[in-house]
């Protein structure tokens, strides 16, 4: 059997975006990609935490990493008494949880569940490690197929010949949208803004529709409006760190501002990915603010005089009058009606 990940290009497979083996995490640096390929390795989840934080994986990289992370703790607890390793493994599901700020609702659910079927594990009496390890990868497959499925279904709203702007790095969802385009025929092209300061679009984006024969075309990130305005792309696509229950869609900073311009140019706007139940309002996300050195310097070199200031908020929140629709594995959504998709009894 095929696995989920098949036809994807080589860092969106399981083992070279985040993956447990040999009693570490490996997890592909991304601040350095395409330039190099370099992984780095975690020996416990505290490094975990510092890698998700510091950048080494983004979009959907941290999301594996922190699962891979709870499967690394669970075997390392895998000899001490039930009650110790269960403190343990809560604690690492804190720790990556919680290191990005605007994503820890979500990441605390996604890693609750790996955490409750480790503790049942214990309370079985089973051997953690590797019914974590099972547990885990179950879900990484499925993750994969919901995005399949999720590229399925932004297809079906897609011309045969179609040009598409993203925005940063929307992971195995951009992946799948144009590895179904290929399958169905459909002649597909991307355009990619750079996504300073770490450049995700241009390193990241540009570099797996390359590898997967997607014709690909990087600008920098205030030449979309332009684009939109000349009607070069046919539909702007992204995912998002966050989709709240009353629409708003929180992404990478840029997203809200070529969102507007789509929107001016009657280009149509869809957002892949899953309505998040732990943010019901927009008032729930926390928006992450970084060093402001980072927006000060373009892959460690710096670009301002000493002395200037910078500021870097990492997301910014687009509201629901600029979404055509919300696309997920279920179906096609209104920004407005994001309560009807948990009321799909197979949603997770």
């Known amino acids: ?81 039930s009650e110790r390793a269960k403190a343990v493994l809560r604690e690492a599901a804190t720790s990556v949880a919680r290191a990005r700020p605007t994503t820890s609702e979500r990441m605390a659910a996604v890693v609750g569940k790996v955490l409750d079927h480790a503790e049942s594990a214990l309370d079985r009496g089973e051997a953690v490690g590797p019914s974590t390890e099972k547990f885990v990868r179950e879900r990484v497959d499925a993750t994969y197929q919901r995005a399949r499925k999720i590229g399925e279904n932004v297809v079906d709203l897609l011309p045969d010949k179609v040009t598409i702007l993203t925005q940063c790095f929307a992971e195995w969802l951009i992946g799948f949208t144009l590895r179904v385009c290929q399958e169905r025929g459909v002649d597909v092209a991307l355009i990619c803004p750079e996504t300073r300061p770490y450049l995700q679009g241009a390193r990241l984006t540009a570099s797996v529709a390359h590898d997967m024969g997607v014709p690909v075309t990087v600008v920098t990130d205030n030449m979309p409006g332009y684009l939109l305005s000349r009607r070069i792309p046919d539909a702007f696509i992204c995912a998002a760190d966050v989709i709240t229950l009353d629409g708003h869609v929180v992404n990478k900073i840029g997203t809200y501002q070529i969102a507007l311009a789509a929107h001016a140019n009657s280009i149509p706007f869809y957002v892949l990915g899953t309505p998040s139940a732990e943010n019901p309002s927009i008032e729930s996300v926390v928006i992450e603010e970084r060093n402001s050195e980072e927006v000060l310097h373009a892959m460690g070199v710096r670009t301002a005089m000493e002395g200037v200031k910078g500021y870097y908020p990492a997301f910014d929140i687009t509201p629901p009058e600029l979404v055509g629709a919300v696309v997920t594995e279920h179906g096609v959504f209104s920004p407005y009606a994001l309560k009807g998709y948990w009321k799909d009894e197979h949603a997770m």
Do not use: H
């Open 1 to 81: 059997m095929p696995r989920a990940d098949d036809g994807l290009a080589f860092m969106l497979k399981y083992e070279n975006v985040a993956w447990y083996q040999d009693g570490v995490v490996r997890i592909l640096d991304r601040r350095l990609y395409p330039q190099a390929v370099e992984f780095v390795v975690c020996k416990d989840y505290k490094e975990v935490a510092q890698a998700i934080a510091d950048m080494v994986t983004q979009s959907g990289g941290p999301w594996l990493a922190a699962q891979q992370a709870m499967v690394m703790t669970a075997y390392q607890v895998g000899d001490q008494p």
